[in-house]
């Protein structure tokens, strides 16, 4: 059982391209959601979804967009980098709201 | 004011110590309460829920006083595989996925 895998690990991006985290989750968990974290900062949330077809907004979303089009797979995409997005990135999943949350292993991103 | 707040630490102990970490948080809608450890460039990791009538997993004991918006967590003898940085988790209303809030994490060094 895998749980939470995300992808890439480390990444290095120039400002102004784009790119895709993946995340895959494989316990059937109709929540998902990716949080970014920095430094002196708790996690913060990105985007989260409630199930395949349904995703709403968290507290900073601006310049990520999501998808979910499978109970699995809830990628995140940077539309067009910033050197603000540099972050240490997580993909979550629980079984449902305010439930035990499930973390992919991040992913550091660099935008220089 | 924050809506989760957390002594950042560091808190240096010796192995075999008692230590205890409050949370405070600013909104009494909140509904549900977790400790998470996070080890140094990892996910974050489930420790405990915190129930109302307070809980103990081993070393570990979590307490929530809602009267005063604070949960704790005591640790008995600390070993030293607990140091890591400790998540405080509030979740301000039920259902309210998207209303967990994280706190920036207090940091524990156990020295031998």
Known sequence: NAGVTQTPKFQVLKTGQSMTLQCAQDMNHEYMSWYRQDPGMGLRLIHYSVGAGITDQGEVPNGYNVSRSTTEDFPLRLLSAAPSQTSVYFCASSEGPNEKLFFGSGTQLSVL | ?112
Do not use: H
């Open chain 2, 1 to 112: 004011r924050k809506e989760v707040e957390q002594d950042p630490g560091p808190f240096n102990v010796p192995e075999g110590a008692t230590v205890a970490f409050n949370c405070t948080y600013s909104n009494s809608a909140s509904q549900s309460f977790f400790w998470y450890r996070q080890d140094c460039r990892k996910e974050p990791k489930l420790l405990m829920s915190v129930y109302s009538s307070g809980n103990e997993d081993g070393r570990f004991t979590a307490q929530l006083n809602r009267a005063s918006q604070y949960i704790s967590l005591l640790i008995r003898d600390s070993k030293l595989s607990d140091s890591a940085t400790y998540l405080c988790v509030v979740g301000r209303s039920p259902g309210g996925y998207q209303k967990v809030t994280f706190g920036t994490g207090t940091k524990l060094q156990v020295i031998p």
